[in-house]
């Protein structure tokens, strides 16, 4: 085997001690992989413990918000980090770079993706038991859109797929985990209680009956 072949071994770094330069690496790892990056490898990038990287990530984080005239800012995505443009400056920036195709949130998308937020995961049947209506079409939407995917199978007759949402869906809603989202209001939380309460009340053999209908359903759209 040639030389030049060989996979390049990354050499061991000496630990970043001096606190302005633990900022400017991960600083310097964020812009570089323009993705989130989870908090292990940014210590990794360090040479430090998780919980020294985490606390240069909130002094690099206040820098950007405390800087009025950067364009920049600093995401906090659960346990990760990303360096992303501030959404303000969008339209100057769509002047120098082709617009990207605009995903229209409909309605009844954003309706569906409300009820996967606050009731994940959640299957397909779930949602539509609340919203009364088939939400085929709207979960496959927010789907594509990466706002949504599918987490796991429930144990149930059928194992339907649950829903739940992505981290883009964090990022697009600027928020770090879901529970940041806004509380619903009175009203709101007593209309979903009482439509939960409902399903709880339904028995076994509803339940079945349901999961075979959802299986029926699903066969004959492949077909």
Same mark, same amino acid.
């Given at each position: 085997?040639? &030389?030049?072949?060989? =996979?390049?071994?990354?050499?061991?770094?000496? =630990?970043?001690?001096?606190?302005?330069?633990?900022?400017?690496?991960?600083?310097?790892?964020?812009?570089?992989?323009?993705? +989130?990056?989870?908090?292990?490898?940014?210590?990794?990038?360090?040479?430090?413990?998780?919980?020294?990287?985490?606390?240069?990530?909130?002094?690099?984080s206040r820098r950007y918000e405390e800087s009025g005239a950067c364009g920049m800012q600093i995401l906090h995505l659960e346990d990760s980090y990303q360096m992303c443009t501030k959404s303000k @400056? @969008?339209?100057?920036? #769509?002047?120098?770079?082709?617009?990207?195709?605009?995903?229209?949130?409909?309605?009844?998308?954003?309706?569906?993706?409300?009820? #996967?937020?606050?009731?994940?995961?959640?299957?397909?049947?779930? #949602?539509? &038991?609340?919203?009364?209506? &088939?939400?085929?079409?709207?979960?496959?939407?927010?789907?594509? @859109?990466?706002?949504? @995917?599918?987490?796991?199978?429930?144990?149930?007759?059928?194992?339907?797929?649950?829903?739940?949402?992505?981290?883009?869906?964090?990022?697009?809603?600027?928020?770090?985990?879901?529970?940041?989202?806004? +509380?619903?209001?009175?009203?709101?939380?007593?209309?979903?209680?009482?439509?939960?309460?409902?399903?709880?009340?339904?028995? =076994?053999?509803?339940?079945?009956?349901?999961?075979?209908?959802?299986?029926?359903?699903?066969?004959?759209?492949?077909?």
């Amino acid at each position: 085997m040639e &030389k030049e072949n060989l =996979p390049r071994v990354p050499r061991e770094l000496e =630990p970043v001690e001096d606190e302005r330069e633990q900022e400017a690496v991960l600083e310097a790892v964020l812009f570089t992989m323009g993705r +989130s990056v989870e908090l292990s490898q940014l210590a990794a990038a360090i040479g430090q413990s998780r919980e020294t990287a985490a606390k240069a990530m909130e002094r690099l984080s206040r820098r950007y918000e405390e800087s009025g005239a950067c364009g920049m800012q600093i995401l906090h995505l659960e346990d990760s980090y990303q360096m992303c443009t501030k959404s303000k @400056y @969008y339209e100057n920036l #769509i002047q120098v770079a082709s617009a990207p195709k605009k995903q229209v949130l409909t309605e009844v998308m954003l309706e569906t993706l409300s009820i #996967i937020a606050y009731k994940q995961p959640v299957t397909k049947l779930e #949602i539509e &038991k609340i919203r009364g209506v &088939k939400s085929d079409h709207a979960v496959n939407r927010l789907i594509e @859109y990466n706002l949504v @995917y599918e987490a796991g199978r429930l144990d149930a007759p059928g194992r339907p797929a649950l829903f739940a949402t992505t981290e883009e869906f964090l990022r697009r809603f600027g928020v770090g985990s879901t529970e940041d989202l806004p +509380s619903m209001n009175p009203e709101q939380r007593e209309e979903i209680k009482a439509e939960v309460e409902e399903e709880l009340q339904l028995q =076994p053999e509803e339940l079945e009956q349901l999961a075979r209908e959802a299986q029926r359903a699903k066969e004959e759209a492949e077909e």
